[in-house]
């Protein structure tokens, strides 16, 4: 009668059943809504402002089942807390204008697109203004002056 009680004696902490998984549901059946890949419904890109001072992204989704250029632009300029109307152009990051739906639906979770904005009034695009330290020292009027 002894060994009966070695095959009752509990395992130790962190042994498992053979095949299974402690980090996955022990069935796909009882499986959460949380567990389903929500990776298929919303594609997530990372989204900023063109600027020479500010270069952080925030992460927009888009319902993949409506992605379009006009659906990018509105979700991207509301969480930007900007008009769409002063977007000038919309660039995947390095160098690619997007110009139409098809360059959207072709777009993949967490590329970096990046909104040119017009200046005031005008279509031009926003102008790089040097900050003070970026600037040279150097003042023409002085080095005019004799002494």
Known sequence: MAEPQQDMREKPAGEYKQGSNPQLPAD?????PEDTCVGDLELVLKVRIQSPRENDFIE?????????YQNLLKVSCCELGIEPERVKMIRKLPNTLLRKDKDI?????FQEI?????KNRSSELVEYTPSLTEKPCYNSNAAKLTY
Request: proline share 4%.
């Open 28 to 32: 796909p059946g009882d499986a959460k």
């Open 60 to 68: 927009v989704e888009l319902n993949r089942g409506e992605l379009s």
């Open 105 to 109: 639906l072709r777009l993949r979770d």
């Open 114 to 118: 990046e909104l040119i904005l017009m």
